[in-house]
């Protein structure tokens, strides 16, 4: 009967070794391809929503809806973005949504969840995107306002990924570590685009930046 060799220790550190090379060559790549599959995945987010705003406004004598209140209780809400435009989509509103205050919930593959962002419900309302309460005001303060109103629209902030939690808010809410030291921002004129975040906060007073030109808070 022939002998099996079997392998020797040094044999098998051998293997081991290039098993560990080959992880450490490969892991960055997958890493870098999981960050690109979920920056792209949020840039579609904010596109549906931007065709939501701009179907929206079409029905609506070219008025854009209303953004609501900044922070929704815990009773379902009957007016807000996060209610109007997924209806326009035909997807259930975010009242709906049982992970929003839940955290043992996975909120899965959902145009309301970025997924770069790790953030997930406690007992409070969990929103990933946030609407730029410059546009027309929010909750009382919300002014009606047309679309066709707003100049230069292209670099006007509609939505935008959020650092913290209000549905409607302004510059000091933008993320500023997602989507490789940055985020992501949809714009009146419905396009979207990602911005590192030096171009949008001011790091040193820790607040957000109102002086760049392509990233406009104030609509004139």
């Not at 040094?10 to 999981?34: C, M, N, S, W």
């Not at 979920?38 to 809806?65: E, I, R, S, T, V």
């Not at 007073?205 to 002086?211: C, E, L, M, P, S």
Request: charged content about 15%; glycine content about 6%; hydrophobic content about 45%.
């Amino acid at each position: 009967m022939k002998k099996v060799r079997a392998f020797t220790l040094i044999e098998l550190l051998i293997v081991f070794a290039i098993v560990a090379i080959l992880a450490a060559l490969l892991l960055p790549t997958l890493g870098k391809a999981k960050a690109k599959a979920q920056n792209m995945a949020c840039l579609n987010n904010l596109k549906q929503w931007g065709l939501a705003a701009y179907l929206y406004a079409a029905d609506h004598d070219d008025f854009l809806p209303d953004e609501g209140a900044s922070t929704p209780g815990m009773n379902p809400v009957t007016r807000g973005w996060y209610v109007t435009l997924p209806q326009v989509l035909g997807i259930a509103s975010y009242e709906t949504m049982p992970w929003r205050t839940n955290l043992a919930i996975h909120p899965g593959r959902t145009i309301f969840i970025c997924p770069a962002n790790s953030r997930r419900a406690t007992n409070n309302n969990l929103f990933h995107y946030c609407l730029n309460e410059h546009v027309d005001g929010a909750g009382a303060d919300d002014q009606p306002t047309r679309l066709s109103s707003i100049s230069h629209a292209g670099q006007v902030i509609y939505l935008f990924d959020n650092g913290k939690r209000a549905a409607v808010a302004q510059q000091n809410n933008v993320h500023t570590n997602l989507h490789s030291g940055g985020a992501q921002f949809l714009f009146l004129d419905g396009h979207v685009a990602r911005f590192r975040n030096l171009d949008y906060w001011d790091f040193t007073n820790d607040r957000g930046r109102t002086n760049n030109a392509n990233l406009v808070w104030f609509p004139k």
